[in-house]
C-alpha cells in the first residue's frame, strides 16, 4: 500500500490533502476520519468513498467483562484493605515486638490485655501510646499502664485502666506477660 501519489480528502464539506495512501489508512483504521470520507485524485472524474482506496479493518470490541470483573475485585479488595488492614496491622504490632523499648512494652501490654484481662465478647479500643505509663526496669523487665474503651458483649460503653507487668527475654528477644490488673475502674 505504499505510494508516492497524492490524495485529497472529502471531509464533512471540507477538502483537505495531499495524503499518500498509508496516511490514509491510518486516517481511517485509528478512526480520524470516518467510513462516509470521500478521496480523489488527479485523473479521476469524482470523489470515492475512501473505503475503495484502503480496506477498513474491523476494530476489536472490548471486552469490558473483563475489565468489570477486575475493577469489581479491585474495589473490593480496596475495602477489605480499608476495613481490617488497621485491626491487621495493630494485631501484627502486638504480637511482634523483639526490642527492649517503651513503645514495644506498650505494644506487648495490648496483646496481654486483649489475651488476658477481656471478658469473653468483649472489644476493646486503646488510647493512644501518648496517654500510657510505661516503665522499664534493671533491663529485664517493664510495667505499663494503659488505658482503652471497653465494649462488653452486654452493656456500655467503659473505659478501663489496666497494669500489666512484663519480663524481657534478652535470648528469645521477647516480651512475656507476667501479670495484668484492671485498676479502673474497680473490679
Partial sequence: MKSTEVFYLHIEG???????????DH???SGLISEQALYWREG?????????LVTLRVQPKRDW???AILGGVLVLLLILVRVFGPTAVMGWR????SDFTTTAAYWRARE?????????GA???????????????????????LKGDVSPARGSVQTTTWKVRL??????KQWIGREVKQIDPPV
Fill in 123 to 145: 472489644v476493646v479500643l486503646f488510647h493512644k501510646f501518648e496517654t500510657a505509663t510505661v516503665t522499664l526496669q534493671n533491663n529485664d523487665g517493664g510495667e505499663v499502664v
Fill in 27 to 29: 486516517l481511517l483504521n
Fill in 167 to 172: 519480663a524481657y527475654d534478652h535470648r528469645l
Fill in 14 to 24: 471540507d477538502e483537505r490533502g495531499p495524503y499518500t495512501v498509508s496516511q490514509i
Fill in 112 to 120: 496481654v490485655v486483649r489475651s488476658n484481662a477481656l471478658a469473653p
Fill in 65 to 67: 467483562t473483563r475489565t
Fill in 44 to 52: 479521476m472524474e469524482q470523489w470515492n468513498p475512501v473505503t475503495d
Fill in 94 to 97: 502486638e504480637a511482634s515486638q
